[in-house]
């Protein structure tokens, strides 16, 4: 990257955090901020976004590195490395569903977390010059309907036509009955462009078609034969839009 990569250090044991700060600084990367507790860092992305939050799972507080990892995503797109202690399989597959970059354990070795964060940076730097190169493919809308760039044109998409949009990273896929459409952009961006009546996020890697739904289970729902889990922080305003249709 041309500029400093920013890095959020979410750490409650101070004596380790300076430690973490001072390597990180010898790395070439920008500490943002050392803060120890979860809803410190909810607070301090809101208003200052680094580009990698390196978080501990254990945090003072009621909320764990994991809570604010889902928290923050939630909101923004954020690269999430998780430096912890607790390397069981089940604080692992936990820390896993929030799709982090890396998960390191301590103590750490500072060559390993050199070598992580130098790929997330490229990582970082490869979307950043993807996005720019491609906004022409984002999608133009009309009241029912929106314009895909497919080669050298731009396909029609009728709003009622699609079923679900389902994120992978960068990328985003657009499914209708009959067809999908990958486009490269982050889902937030594309959430953006959708009309608020018509879909709803239900999930942080899926956004809806409120008129698709065939289904409402306790933590799922089907659209065109497609199972599609309910994040639990979506719940609670999920079931206040179904009210209503």
Known sequence: ????????????????AAKISMHLEQMGYEVSGIVPRGEEAIVHCQQSPPDILLLDINLRGTMSGIDTGKAIQQQMDIAIVY??????????D??????????????????????????IAKRLDDVKLESKSNDKSLPYLLEDRIFIRHKESMVKLFLAEICYVEANRSYCCIVT????????IPLKRLEEKLLAALFFRIHRSYIINLERIDEVSENHIVIAQKVIPIGKSYK?????RIQLI
């Open 1 to 16: 990257m041309s500029t400093p990569v920013k890095i959020l250090i979410v750490e409650d044991e101070m004596i380790i």
């Open 94 to 119: 936990l820390a896993k569903e929030t799709q982090p970059y890396a998960f390191i354990t301590k103590p750490y070795k500072k060559n390993e977390l050199e070598r992580a964060l130098a790929l």
């Open 83 to 92: 430096l912890t202690a607790n390397a069981d399989q089940e604080t692992f």
């Open 236 to 240: 609670e305003n999920f079931l206040k």
């Open 177 to 184: 009955e009959k067809s999908q459409h990958l486009l490269s």
